[in-house]
């Protein structure tokens, strides 16, 4: 919940974008389906017993693994939780590129999907 509240309040995601997840129960809790159906978001689970409904989520776990966690050597949890937000927000956001984004990292990707909108809002009579 905590996770899912900080990326609403942070991305502001528009109504109608897509959540995907697996079929734990945390994601399929009435607490967790009320916030996302309240954010206007559409809600996507994996299909039961089907590993590739996941295939990008599990991409980048296998990235953050190899090229984070498994790269570190964190004395405590307090840096666990400082340095894997830095690494998703600084290296995974920012920096690596995304083939399926046409080689951009997301965050210059969303930039250029907000000004492609405006565009069309500006366009459109």
């Not at 990235?63 to 050597?73: P, R």
């Given at each position: 919940m905590a996770a899912l509240?900080?990326?609403?309040a942070d991305r502001r995601p528009p109504p109608g974008c897509l959540h995907h997840s697996d079929r734990g129960g945390p994601y399929a809790c009435d607490q967790y389906v009320q916030l996302l159906t309240n954010a206007g978001l559409r809600i996507s689970?994996?299909?039961r017993g089907n590993p590739y409904d996941n295939a990008q989520a599990e991409s980048f776990f296998k990235?953050?693994?190899?090229?984070?966690?498994?790269?570190?050597?964190y004395r405590n949890f307090e840096e666990v939780a400082a340095s894997i937000p830095a690494f998703i927000e600084q290296v995974y956001n920012r920096e690596r590129l995304h083939s399926a984004l046409g080689y951009l990292p997301p965050a210059e990707f969303e930039h250029n999907l907000k000004i492609a909108r405006q565009r069309v809002l500006i366009a459109t009579p």
């Open positions: 509240q900080a990326a609403l689970m994996s299909r990235t953050l693994k190899h090229e984070e966690v498994n790269l570190s050597e």
